[in-house]
């Protein structure tokens, strides 16, 4: 394996934790679904088939979930191959195995 790829590799590798701090990312964390989503990415990388298979969700409901998780940067799109059909699989993984919470609430 070349230098190139191993840092490629490297790089779509989750980080062993990361802190939030932003509320609004918090609720997307604990929301049912989204949460689901999230734990399963954090075990491995997963297409949107995948993801149906293991939660029985329909897949426009899990895209729109992997929109809001990936708006708040909580996973990723780590690779992207051409299935047999010629179709691209985006295969989505959670940016870290372990999600830490920093919050302060203000009435201000």
Same mark, same amino acid.
């Given at each position: 394996?070349?230098?190139?790829?191993?840092?490629?590799? #490297?790089?779509?590798?989750?980080?062993? #934790?990361?802190?939030?701090?932003?509320?609004?990312?918090?609720?997307?964390?604990?929301?049912?679904?989204?949460?689901?989503?999230?734990?399963?990415?954090?075990? &491995?990388?997963?297409?949107?088939?995948?993801?149906?298979?293991?939660?029985?969700? +329909?897949?426009?409901?899990?895209?729109?979930?992997?929109?809001?998780?990936?708006?708040?940067?909580?996973?990723?799109?780590?690779? #992207?191959?051409?299935?047999?059909?010629?179709?691209?699989?985006? $295969? $989505?993984?959670?940016?870290?195995? &372990?999600? +830490?919470?920093?919050?302060?609430?203000?009435?201000?």
């Amino acid at each position: 394996m070349s230098q190139k790829d191993k840092r490629k590799e #490297e790089k779509h590798q989750p980080r062993e #934790e990361i802190t939030l701090s932003d509320p609004c990312t918090v609720a997307i964390i604990f929301h049912e679904k989204k949460g689901l989503i999230l734990r399963l990415l954090i075990e &491995k990388e997963m297409t949107i088939i995948e993801l149906k298979h293991a939660t029985g969700m +329909n897949p426009g409901t899990i895209k729109r979930h992997l929109d809001d998780l990936l708006k708040c940067d909580l996973i990723r799109i780590s690779k #992207e191959k051409l299935s047999e059909y010629s179709i691209v699989m985006k $295969y $989505y993984r959670a940016v870290a195995k &372990k999600f +830490n919470f920093d919050i302060t609430w203000s009435g201000k």
